[in-house]
T-cell receptor, first 115, second 114 residues
Framework: GAGVSQSPSNKVTEKGKDVELRCDPI?????LYWYRQSLGQGLEFLIY????????KSGLPSDRFSAERTGGSVSTLTIQRTQQEDSAVYLC?????????????FGPGTRLLVL | KQEVTQIPAALSVPEGENLVLNCSFT??????LQWFRQDPGKGLTSLLL?????REQTSGRLNASLDKSSGRSTLYIAASQPGDSATYLC?????????????FGTGTLLAVQP
């Protein structure tokens, strides 16, 4: 595809349920990022992948959050036992290089609402 | 800890006006600073990226400046149009660490009235 895609675009779930969010990066991009955008908190970094490994997971808010990336491509962000404070827009970005001139390309996001 | 703030939080201007959005950051050890726009229900679109060694970048009606020593950047929009209405975010990429993560400001919501 031409850009970063994410699915689902919207997700409504009940408190306590698990959810999986998917990101398809631009083909050939080796770096992949997850960010979260919530009201009052702005846009925050969650996790960074280089290939299939995650050298920086420092932004994951709790152990209920996990992410994986397979084949150096698709990534899944999993939130277990969702809480209402998890409601936010989850954005994925990818880039082809990690040098100082790197530009991250963002997907449209997944809007998660936990009732 | 790097903190990025944007002023104003919201701005409403009549069509045709020139305007300036402000971004400030606390740690000058950055690789670059980037301006994005975000439309409702959509992702972020990169507008301009300024490397730490640069002073400004221009694209069409947009001009972004960077003063790393004072921790400030401005985005100048000339002859604003209703289509410019969106949220504008600045983000810095700091030096050091194992990641190239961006640290974002809280954004400026711009409304250009026809």
């Amino acid at each position: 595809g031409a850009g970063v895609s994410q699915s689902p675009s919207n997700k409504v779930t009940e408190k306590g349920k698990d959810v999986e969010l998917r990101c398809d990066p631009i083909s050939g991009h080796t770096a992949l990022y997850w960010y979260r955008q919530s009201l009052g908190q702005g846009l925050e970094f969650l996790i960074y992948f280089q290939g299939n490994s995650a050298p920086d997971k420092s932004g994951l808010p709790s152990d209920r959050f996990s992410a994986e990336r397979t084949g150096g491509s698709v990534s899944t962000l999993t939130i277990q036992r969702t809480q209402q404070e998890d409601s936010a827009v989850y954005l994925c970005a990818s880039s082809w290089a990690s040098g100082i001139r790197e530009t991250q390309y963002f997907g449209p996001g997944t809007r998660l609402l936990v009732l | 800890k790097q903190e990025v703030t944007q002023i104003p939080a919201a701005l409403s201007v009549p069509e045709g006006e020139n305007l300036v959005l402000n971004c400030s950051f606390t740690d000058s050890a950055i690789y670059n600073l980037q301006w994005f726009r975000q439309d409702p229900g959509k992702g972020l679109t990169s507008l301009l990226l300024i490397q730490s060694s640069q002073r400004e970048q221009t694209s069409g009606r947009l001009n972004a400046s960077l003063d790393k020593s004072s921790g400030r950047s401005t985005l100048y929009i000339a002859a604003s149009q209703p289509g410019d209405s969106a949220t504008y975010l600045c983000a810095v990429r700091r030096k050091g660490g194992a990641t190239n993560k961006l640290i974002f400001g809280t954004g400026t919501l711009l409304a250009v009235q026809p």
